[in-house]
């Protein structure tokens, strides 16, 4: 049997470009492992040497459950290795090709974890630079782990190998600014990355196509010349849809700022810190919102309702122009702009460039799904947030406080009470009576006019 330092060979997993990688196992203690060994031709190449030793310097800083943990790394004759965590399962590339597009629960199950384990390396100033389906790994129980940091940069730049001008990664699944500097690499090229993995996961398809070239890729990119992931896959929710888009903004700026801010656009709510209620008690079900607006005139005014009614209103634009609309789950704020929040960011922000309106496809939000999965951990490093507000049943619904009372002064609204927005037939009523009285005075001036 063919050895390798302290490891039994036992066969072949995988080859590429950077060697080829093989199961093994220690011979004293029996773990198995995935042991990679670096082939001669970039053994002699002193940056890809490096490169191979720095994704194992990299993975030792992370522990994470979401991340392939590193144990070993020989530089030493006949070859230099890098001995990992062995992954019972397979890539999620392989997965995809296989079994085609992934149910959309499933999908966001494995992505929210592949979240977590990114969230740590971004925690600890690491930017992986080549997340795709190809480089993270499912186990047979459905555990998602992100592998492959030979590309990863450490923003003080104690670990970057890549020099100015020049792009690393793979050009379906990366950032278009990261095609023109993989120096210069953030978070967000992360975030670009994730939502292109995302994409290939629902539809089953490479995003921009397998023939599309490097330069007509990144032109496409920064165009946002893709198929919408809904047209491929009808079944899709909006909202994953539109998270998805806004993942793969060719606009920086406008994607997710983080993972844990992505993975609230897929599912709806603030997962800061707090595992995700049942469906069963979801926000959507009753619980009191309150928003602040200026009218035409400039008058301040406060509207309350549960989330179905909040968004409701801003569908059918009651509220005017989203961007002066403030909004909080309690009457005495603090009042945020509409896009702080989850719940209700799809219904402003536009993923091809600028805080619209309100977008008027969008859908009520789903009961928030589960961004848990086996093996998965809470987020890291973030505080603990308080509770929501009470609840209310909807069938029990009680009318709008007749009485003012005095809000924060960070929310400047009125004087005057919070008006209910929950679905009313008044207004309607309202409507209905206006247009019989104007068609009424129509017909009598007809009328007149003609017996003159």
């Given at each position: 049997?063919?050895?390798?330092?302290?490891?039994?060979?036992?066969?072949?997993?995988?080859?590429?470009?950077?060697?080829?990688?093989?199961?093994?196992?220690?011979?004293?203690?029996?773990?198995?492992?995935?042991?990679?060994?670096?082939?001669?031709?970039?053994?002699?190449?002193?940056?890809?040497?490096?490169?191979?030793?720095?994704?194992?310097?990299?993975?030792?800083?992370?522990?994470?459950?979401?991340?392939?943990?590193?144990?070993?790394?020989?530089?030493?004759?006949?070859?230099?290795?890098?001995?990992?965590?062995?992954?019972?399962?397979?890539?999620?590339?392989?997965?995809?090709?296989?079994?085609g597009a992934l149910g959309e629960d499933a999908a966001i199950r494995i992505l929210a974890q592949v979240c977590q384990g990114l969230h740590r390396a971004h925690k600890q100033g690491l930017i992986h630079r080549d997340v795709k389906p190809d480089n993270i790994l499912v186990t047979r129980d459905g555990v998602a782990k992100l592998t492959d940091l030979g590309l990863v940069k450490d923003m003080n730049e104690e670990l970057n190998l890549t020099r100015t001008g020049?792009?690393?990664?793979?050009?379906?699944?990366?950032?278009?600014?990261?095609?023109?500097?993989?120096?210069?690499?953030?978070?967000?090229?992360?975030?670009?990355?994730?939502?292109?993995?995302?994409?290939?996961?629902?539809?089953?398809?490479?995003?921009?196509?397998?023939?599309?070239?490097?330069?007509?890729?990144?032109?496409?990119?920064?165009?946002?010349?893709?198929?919408?992931?809904?047209?491929?896959?009808?079944?899709?929710?909006?909202?994953?849809?539109?998270?998805?888009?806004?993942?793969?903004?060719?606009?920086?700026?406008?994607?997710?700022?983080?993972?844990?801010?992505?993975?609230?656009?897929?599912?709806?709510?603030?997962?800061?810190?707090?595992?995700?209620?049942?469906?069963?008690?979801?926000?959507?079900?009753?619980?009191?919102?309150?928003?602040?607006?200026?009218?035409?005139?400039?008058?301040?005014?406060t509207v309350k309702g549960t989330l179905d009614g909040i968004r409701r209103a801003l569908r059918e634009g009651l509220l005017g122009d989203a961007d002066n609309i403030r909004a909080a789950q309690t009457k005495q704020g603090p009042f945020q702009p509409l896009k702080t929040?989850?719940?209700?960011?799809?219904?402003?922000?536009?993923?091809?460039?600028?805080?619209?309106?309100?977008?008027?496809?969008?859908?009520?939000?789903?009961?928030?799904?589960?961004?848990?999965?086996?093996?998965?951990?809470?987020?890291?490093?973030?505080?603990?947030?308080?509770?929501?507000?009470?609840?209310?049943?909807?069938?029990?619904?009680?009318?709008?406080?007749?009485?003012?009372?005095?809000?924060?002064?960070?929310?400047?609204?009125?004087?005057?009470?919070?008006?209910?927005?929950?679905?009313?037939?008044?207004?309607?009523?309202?409507?209905?009576?206006?247009?019989?009285?104007?068609?009424?005075?129509?017909?009598?001036?007809?009328?007149?006019?003609?017996?003159?």
């Amino acid at each position: 049997m063919q050895q390798l330092g302290k490891y039994d060979i036992l066969n072949k997993i995988a080859e590429g470009g950077m060697g080829a990688v093989y199961k093994g196992r220690h011979r004293e203690t029996g773990e198995l492992v995935a042991i990679k060994v670096v082939p001669a031709n970039t053994a002699r190449n002193p940056v890809l040497l490096q490169r191979f030793e720095q994704e194992f310097h990299a993975a030792r800083l992370l522990d994470h459950p979401n991340i392939v943990r590193a144990i070993e790394y020989s530089a030493g004759p006949p070859s230099p290795f890098l001995v990992m965590e062995f992954v019972d399962g397979e890539s999620l590339g392989q997965k995809i090709a296989r079994e085609g597009a992934l149910g959309e629960d499933a999908a966001i199950r494995i992505l929210a974890q592949v979240c977590q384990g990114l969230h740590r390396a971004h925690k600890q100033g690491l930017i992986h630079r080549d997340v795709k389906p190809d480089n993270i790994l499912v186990t047979r129980d459905g555990v998602a782990k992100l592998t492959d940091l030979g590309l990863v940069k450490d923003m003080n730049e104690e670990l970057n190998l890549t020099r100015t001008g020049r792009g690393l990664g793979t050009p379906h699944f990366m950032a278009p600014e990261q095609f023109r500097n993989a120096k210069n690499a953030n978070i967000r090229c992360d975030i670009y990355s994730l939502g292109a993995t995302l994409y290939m996961m629902v539809t089953g398809e490479v995003p921009f196509g397998h023939k599309v070239g490097p330069l007509d890729c990144w032109m496409k990119k920064i165009r946002n010349e893709f198929t919408a992931p809904r047209d491929l896959n009808p079944k899709l929710l909006e909202r994953t849809d539109w998270a998805i888009r806004r993942a793969m903004s060719g606009d920086a700026a406008m994607r997710p700022a983080s993972c844990r801010e992505f993975i609230e656009d897929l599912t709806g709510h603030s997962i800061r810190g707090v595992p995700p209620k049942p469906a069963a008690s979801s926000v959507a079900s009753g619980v009191l919102w309150y928003l602040v607006y200026a009218d035409e005139t400039g008058e301040t005014h406060t509207v309350k309702g549960t989330l179905d009614g909040i968004r409701r209103a801003l569908r059918e634009g009651l509220l005017g122009d989203a961007d002066n609309i403030r909004a909080a789950q309690t009457k005495q704020g603090p009042f945020q702009p509409l896009k702080t929040y989850p719940e209700l960011r799809d219904l402003v922000l536009d993923p091809t460039g600028a805080v619209a309106t309100v977008v008027p496809t969008a859908v009520n939000v789903p009961a928030p799904r589960s961004a848990t999965g086996p093996g998965s951990s809470r987020w890291n490093n973030d505080p603990p947030s308080k509770p929501d507000s009470a609840e209310i049943d909807l069938n029990t619904r009680k009318p709008a406080d007749p009485t003012p009372r005095r809000s924060s002064p960070t929310a400047r609204p009125s004087q005057k009470p919070a008006k209910s927005i929950e679905p009313s037939l008044d207004w309607r009523i309202v409507a209905l009576v206006s247009m019989v009285a104007i068609l009424s005075v129509a017909v009598i001036a007809l009328v007149l006019t003609k017996t003159k």
